[in-house]
T-cell receptor, first 111, second 112 residues
Framework: AQSVTQLDSQVPVFEEAPVELRCNYS??????LFWYVQYPNQGLQLLLK??????LVKSINGFEAEFNKSQTSFHLRKPSVHISDTAEYFC?????????FGDGTTLTVKP | KAGVTQTPRYLIKTRGQQVTLSCSPI?????VSWYQQTPGQGLQFLFE???????NKGNFPGRFSGRQFSNSRSEMNVSTLELGDSALYLC???????????FGSGTQLSVL
């Protein structure tokens, strides 16, 4: 069975500080792992994904996530956040058309 | 390409009524999935349709149903609405082989 756990529901940080949003997955089959971001009053947008190959994946806006099979984790990191990064972030996995998401982490970046 | 389109954007209903939500996927996408998003439950998978057939189903009661048409547009129906059905309903289409979901902006349903 698939399950994704996001370990933090709220993460407040100051602008230009580093941030890590934690995600653990549990699956007995090969997984596709994703991070989606949801800005207020919008649908989810793909931030980055891991399908295979290099375990470190990066987005165009400075986020990166590392697939760690031994720890079944896919934590999202950014070395220096901006106010505009304030949003809700969802970790998810997909198998054969069915996606499972974590409960979401609200990242609030303060000036 | 146009994105995933969901209509209506907002909907207010009363208990006991039924509602139909619509989703038009990105052109060429054949898979459409539906999710319910609430503050307390997060994102919950409802069901997924592929080529007019339900391929996956989540753990929702039979009041929640869906269908997909030959043009890949999908509808979701909820009958006998309950207060707890108030949520943002998101539709997503799946393209290509990389399992990437493209989400619509959602329909915000309020049940009074």
């Amino acid at each position: 069975a698939q399950s994704v756990t996001q370990l933090d529901s709220q993460v407040p940080v100051f602008e230009e500080a580093p941030v890590e949003l934690r995600c653990n997955y549990s699956s007995s089959v090969s997984v596709y792992l994703f991070w989606y971001v949801q800005y207020p009053n919008q649908g989810l947008q793909l931030l980055l994904k891991y399908l295979s190959g290099s375990t470190l994946v990066k987005s165009i806006n400075g986020f990166e996530a590392e697939f760690n099979k031994s720890q079944t984790s896919f934590h999202l990191r950014k070395p220096s956040v901006h106010i505009s990064d304030t949003a809700e972030y969802f970790c998810g996995d997909t198998n054969a058309g069915k996606s499972t998401f974590g409960d979401g982490t609200t990242l609030t970046v303060k000036p | 390409k146009a994105g995933v389109t969901q209509t209506p954007r907002y909907l207010i209903k009363t208990r006991g009524q039924q509602v139909t939500l619509s989703c038009s996927p990105i052109s060429g996408h054949r898979s459409v999935s539906w999710y319910q998003q609430t503050p307390g439950q997060g994102l919950q998978f409802l069901f997924e349709y592929f080529s007019e057939t339900q391929r996956n189903k989540g753990n929702f009661p039979g009041r929640f149903s869906g269908r997909q048409f030959s043009n890949s547009r999908s509808e979701m129906n909820v009958s006998t609405l309950e207060l707890g059905d108030s949520a943002l309903y998101l539709c997503a289409s799946l393209g290509g082989s990389n399992e990437k979901l493209f989400f619509g902006s959602g329909t915000q349903l309020s049940v009074l």
